[in-house]
T-cell receptor, first 110, second 114 residues
């Protein structure tokens, strides 16, 4: 089982601020997914990163996969209250199960 | 857009009782999963199911748990004799394939064991 550490565990920021959250492991992934879970709902896929060094943008969200494919980051520009939620990373490489990281709980205060 | 539906949204049961949590996965998906999230904690894998049999299960998924796809559309999780520590949100998910296919989650069933 791959251990995924996410940091920070909790983040509370003001609307309009920028932030970065991290997903780290000692294992190499062939690809990695980011999900967001809003209160009272199931996780929803945001993006899959595949290639080492890859950068993907989803509006104000920028995802980067580390060159060594052992880590990933999510940067949010000008955070909005709608970005509030639990951000989860998970490897996605043909395993039967998807094992989530510990998650970063983000609160954006209006 | 098709979605995974779970019923009930909230289930309260007494310790020692059996509960069945129900899920209707997306119709063309082939892989099915149950996850659990204890309040304030991480989303934990319980079991995956493919071709009418369990593909993989975690150490949490002991003899008290079972899964079934009784009729080609429903996917159920049964807890035979509930314990207080089974209180959690239970999420069903499905995917069209394994690997890089995304998991589509339902909105969960909140199980409260008293």
């Amino acid at each position: 089982t791959q251990l995924l550490e996410q940091s920070p565990q909790f983040l509370s920021i003001q609307e309009g601020e920028n932030l970065t959250v991290y997903c780290n492991s000692s294992s190499v992934f062939s690809s990695l997914q980011w999900y967001r879970q809003e209160p009272g709902e199931g996780p929803v896929l945001l993006v899959t990163v595949v290639t080492g060094g890859e950068v993907k943008k989803l509006k104000r969200l920028t995802f980067q996969f580390g060159d060594a494919r052992k880590d990933s980051s999510l940067h949010i520009t000008a955070a909005q209250p709608g970005d509030t939620g639990l951000y989860l990373c998970a490897p996605s490489e043909g395993y039967q199960k998807v094992t989530f990281g510990t998650g970063t709980k983000l609160q954006v205060i209006p | 857009e098709p979605e995974v539906t779970q019923t009930p949204s909230h289930q309260v049961t007494q310790m020692g009782q059996e509960v069945i949590l129900r899920c209707v996965p997306i119709s063309n998906h082939l892989y099915f999963y149950w996850y659990r999230q204890i309040l304030g904690q991480k989303v934990e894998f319980l079991v995956s199911f493919y071709n009418n049999e369990i593909s993989e299960k975690s150490e949490i998924f002991d003899d008290q748990f079972s899964v079934e796809r009784p009729d080609g559309s429903n996917f159920t999780l049964k807890i035979r004799s509930t314990k207080l520590e089974d209180s959690a949100m239970y999420f069903c998910a499905s995917s069209v394939d394994r690997g890089r296919s995304p998991l589509h989650f339902g909105n969960g069933t909140r199980l409260t064991v008293t």
